[in-house]
């Protein structure tokens, strides 16, 4: 009768017994663009190659962009006399008949709408850095010509040192894996062992392979390398 208990009792401590979940990975930027630009034109000029290391709002590349500097010049000039013609206006406007102040009101805004809509016109012939990164791929060079109506990727880039592990684990371990719980792990081709914890838990399960997928933040790691690892599983208290 004894023995019987104390098998019960071992049983019972071995269900409690975390077990460590085994995963493998890649390594992938934290962030990562493709670059286009949404306007038709010449490629002017290109002021990066790959490997360039960027701040957020540097200029990458232009297109040609004088026709449209020049009507932004123009429409620049006339919001400056629209309003300059509304303010006088403005300033006698008991001595004048409203549907007159209505028409300079009208011109002095539609100035300004001309201005916002070539200022716009001219963002569109410059790419900029969306974020802090570096240049991974360039698939440009002075002299194309781009599409707006085909746009293409002209420029890749990604987070310069932010990286992000994305584990996958067998989908079995869907109630036992959490946020928070730290990931042992290996780069393939370095004897070092490394941890994080996990940040996030992809909401559904790859019906092809039987997996669920994590993400665990790091740094450093070149994008596309793989590992492997074990998510650490707490003891059930």
Known sequence: MMRRVLLGLLCIAMSLQAEDVYATFTVEAEKSANLAFTASGIVK????????????????????????RASLSIATTALSFAKKAYERQKKVEKLVDASRLDTYAYKYENAKAQVIYQQALLEKTILKAPFDGIIFDKLVEVGDVVSGAMIRTVLKMQSTKARKLIVSFDQKYWKVVKVGEVFEYRIDGDT??????????????????????????????????????????????
């Open 192 to 237: 070092k062992r490394y941890s994080g914890k996990i940040t996030k838990i992809y909401p559904a399960a790859d019906s092809k392979n039987r997996k669920m997928r994590a993400e665990v933040r790091t740094e450093g790691f070149l994008v596309g390398l793989f590992g492997e690892g074990m998510i650490k599983i707490p003891d059930v208290k």
């Open 45 to 68: 000029n290109v002021t990066i190659d790959i490997a360039s290391v960027v701040k957020k709002g540097d200029v990458l590349a232009t297109l040609e962009n004088d026709d449209i």
